[in-house]
């Protein structure tokens, strides 16, 4: 079957550094993305890999292994602002994306 | 520019009634989907188009049916709605395919009593 799978909730320090993981089970894997959902708000675009490795963008970066079928999103200096669900999607062999049910990031001053 | 409007905002609607989602994007994408959000489930998708003209069914698409008479629009409509229909519904576009990045609208709460 096809899944993928995420924290559901996760709590950090003002500042300090967090990282999300997600793994994913889905047949024809083309890419991975990672949105980013202030509550009540619609999802905005944070990342897409394709190749293994990290990609960095800023205080984001996102890693994807292939092989393992594994991905994590690493924030840095967090700020109070990051306090959103971050939602991970992996496309699967009909280029449909398989979404993830997304992590709650609640950071604390 | 706007990106991707939806409308109406919220709506109550009574069960067995007939509602029309709307949503219209100015970026000149090919591509548009229709998604629902429910507490504790990821997005999933009810219905796409990958070009004007052309539709297709997603994870979801019992009780939904959408057409795509142009680039710009891509109306979802539920013909007689229940209560499990209760949700947040967002329109999104890309450019290209699924694995290009998708733009999301504001989505609309509806609520089926």
């Known amino acids: 079957g096809q899944n993928i799978d995420q924290p559901t909730e996760m709590t950090a320090t003002e500042g300090a550094i967090v990282q999300i993981n997600c793994t994913y089970q889905?047949?024809?894997?083309?890419?991975l993305f990672w949105y980013q959902q202030h509550a009540g708000e619609a999802p905005t675009f944070l990342s897409y890999?394709?190749l293994d490795g990290l990609e960095e963008k800023g205080r984001f970066s996102s890693f994807l292994s292939r092989s393992k079928g594994y991905s994590y999103l690493l924030l840095k200096e967090l700020q109070m602002k990051d306090s959103a669900s971050y939602l991970c999607?992996?496309?699967?062999?009909?280029?449909?994306?398989?979404w993830g049910a997304g992590t709650k990031l609640i950071i604390k001053p | 520019i706007a990106g991707i409007t939806q409308a109406p905002t919220s709506q109550i609607l009574a069960a067995g009634r007939r509602m029309t989602l709307r949503c219209t994007q100015d970026?000149?994408?090919?591509?548009m989907y229709w998604y629902r959000q429910d507490l504790g489930l990821g997005l999933r998708l009810i219905h796409y188009?990958?070009?004007?003209?052309?539709?297709g069914k997603g994870e979801v698409p019992d009780g939904y049916s959408v057409s795509r008479a142009n680039t710009d629009d891509f109306p979802l409509t539920l013909a007689s709605a229940v209560p499990s229909q209760t949700s947040v519904y967002f329109c999104?576009?890309?450019?290209?395919?699924?694995?290009?990045?998708?733009?999301f609208g504001p989505g609309t709460r509806l609520t089926v009593l």
């Open positions: 999104a576009s890309s450019d290209g395919g699924n694995t290009d990045t998708q733009y």
């Open positions: 970026m000149r994408h090919n591509a």
């Open positions: 188009s990958n070009t004007a003209g052309t539709t």
């Open positions: 889905t047949s024809g894997f083309n890419g």
């Open positions: 890999n394709v």
């Open positions: 999607a992996a496309t699967d062999s009909n280029y449909q994306l398989i």
